[in-house]
């Protein structure tokens, strides 16, 4: 069953997660953005619907990635990003780790409202 966690920038939509894969949703409201962060493991994403960008932070150098509909990245282990939304539509990422990361997952569970 899935759980929907309310965030300041929208949702997160856990859909399943152990420690050899995780999956869900993150949706962001027109104008948010993710703080910026580091995963453990590479983070495969697929926009859904509208479009998103993901700023990914080398040594000295910043590249933004915009994500229009179906279009997918994989963004490695340890590199530093943030989700954004910079539309005035809401947007629909799917996301996908293949590793562990329930360390992450439990946070998102304790530090926000679940919703359904």
């Not at 997160?12 to 493991?41: A, D, M, Q, Y």
């Not at 619907?49 to 990245?73: P, R």
């Not at 809401?90 to 998102?108: A, P, V």
Request: aromatic share 6%.
């Amino acid at each position: 069953m899935c759980e929907v966690y309310k965030i300041l920038q929208g949702k997160i939509v856990i859909i399943f997660s152990n420690k050899k894969i995780s999956f869900g949703l993150l949706e962001l409201n027109p104008g948010k953005e993710l703080s910026r962060h580091i995963r453990p493991v590479a983070e495969k994403l697929t926009q859904i619907y509208g479009a998103s960008i993901i700023k990914i932070f080398g040594n000295k150098n910043e590249w933004n990635i915009k994500l229009d509909k179906n279009k997918k990245i994989k963004i490695p282990a340890k590199q530093s990003h943030i989700h954004s939304n910079p539309t005035n539509k809401k947007s629909l990422t799917l996301w996908k780790f293949e590793g562990d990361i329930l360390k992450i997952i439990n946070e998102i569970k304790k530090k926000n409202k679940l919703i359904n």
